[in-house]
């Protein structure tokens, strides 16, 4: 159940058609342009997580862990 598929809104008809048929056949969907960003964020060194969760953390956190 939820969502199967995603499209952006100025999607073609060849690509909602396409969405249409995937969903249909129980595959999901995901426009191009937002797979890709899904996959560039994945294949993203971690050290940025790393990075943006230390800041939200307070000193004496950091210095437990």
Sequence with gaps: RG???YLLKDVVT???MLAVRSVSQGRLFL???IS????????SPS????????????PREREVL
Aim: glycine share 4%.
């Design 3 to 5: 969502v199967k598929g």
């Design 14 to 16: 060849e690509e909602l």
């Design 31 to 33: 426009s191009p342009t």
């Design 36 to 43: 890709d960003s899904v996959m560039t964020m994945l294949m």
């Design 47 to 58: 050290d940025v997580d790393a990075e943006r969760t230390a800041d939200l953390i307070t």
